[in-house]
């Protein structure tokens, strides 16, 4: 990246660490043997890929390395949680938060086909999805609940332990999946700690390759698979393995592990000194979910009088590379579904911008991010 380049788009993508670049070329070496296979190369790299699911499982708390289901990342993983442990279950209700990523709401929704409901559950102001509200809506009928770990546009932490025990106090057998996507590279994951049966992480959200993530599956969850024609992951998802992505994904993972708390510290820091400049030379500019717990790396901010559309192109050409919060469909730009789930209006959810953190940002990225934005900001009014 140019060095007069600002990145802070790391919730959509970072950069590959470089301990997942070693891997990568280590394992190039012997990856050109399927895994599935029975001759030596096959073995080479069936071996590798079972060391990088031990690790794995290690790293995330898993009770079993079988309970790693290696993935092509977060949105199969969500897929394969929902629709997976939908489809063994007699009952027809999914129970998921509104303030899902798309990949939970649609393969949710994708069901009602095959006779499944889905039950919303609403969020507070910040975005926060309290314990009672799953619990009231969670009987016997249910067959998945699904709350993310953290928002994926907010960066709001959502007190899933919390979640997972009250679920339990309805429903004992339910499984619960959690999305931990964003979550893992900020926060510790004890997936037993937690309780959830189902956890959904992606490599290229922590600086592995894209095209490469996990679902973690507890003992006693039984699922289907979503795709077919093959044997591997114990039948869970077939198609051959990704030896070379997993263990680069795996390497990221140990990496991130080992410096979470200077990472929360370093992107924390750029993130307080984003958020202070920006509102120092423009107090109109509000922080969604400041008040609340959110995750170290995360701003998201909504500037009055700028769509963020049109700010995001100006910001593009001044080198600064962030994201909204809204999509463009059928021609209208719609405000992103979880800040009106957040009850934000439309017309000031358009005008919100996701700026991201992560394991490469320089020291001074935040506050001239910032100033950027500011110069931008004025020469748009």
Known sequence: MNTSEIYVDHAATTALRPAAIAALERSFAFTHGNAAGHHGAARRAKNALEEAREQAAELIGAARPHDIVFTSGGTESDNLAVVGSALPSESKVIVVSS?????????????????????????????????????????????????????????????????????????????????????????????????????????????????????????????????????????????????????????????????????????????????????????????????????????????????????LIRLDAAGVFAAAGSACQSGAVEPSHVLTAMGMPADLAQRCVRFTFGWDTRPGDGANAARRVLETVEALR
């Open 99 to 311: 303030v899902e990523h798309k990949a939970v709401l649609e393969a949710a929704r994708g069901l009602s086909r095959f006779g499944y409901a889905t039950r919303l559950v609403p969020s507070d102001g910040n975005g926060v999805i309290h314990p009672e509200a799953v619990a009231g809506v969670v009987d016997g009928d249910t067959a998945v609940v699904s709350v993310m770990s953290a928002n994926n546009e907010t960066g709001t932490v959502e007190p899933i332990d919390e979640i997972v025990e009250r679920v339990r106090s309805v429903n004992r057998t339910v499984p619960i999946h959690t999305d931990a996507v964003q979550y893992f590279v900020a926060k510790p994951l004890d997936v037993a700690a937690i309780g959830a049966d189902l956890v959904s992480l992606s490599g290229h959200k922590f600086g592995g390759p894209t095209g490469v993530g996990l679902l973690s599956v507890s003992s006693s969850t039984h699922i289907e698979p979503v795709l077919v024609g093959g044997s591997q992951e114990a039948g869970r998802r077939p198609g051959t393995s990704n030896v070379a992505g997993i263990v680069a994904m795996v390497a990221a993972m140990a990496d991130v592990e080992s410096e979470r708390r200077r990472f929360a510290e370093t992107a924390g820091v750029e993130r307080d000194a984003f958020e202070r400049t920006l509102m120092e030379g423009d107090p109109t500019v509000t922080i969604t979910a400041k008040d609340t717990d959110r995750l170290a790396h995360f701003s998201h901010v909504c500037i009055p009088g700028v769509l963020a559309e049109t700010l």
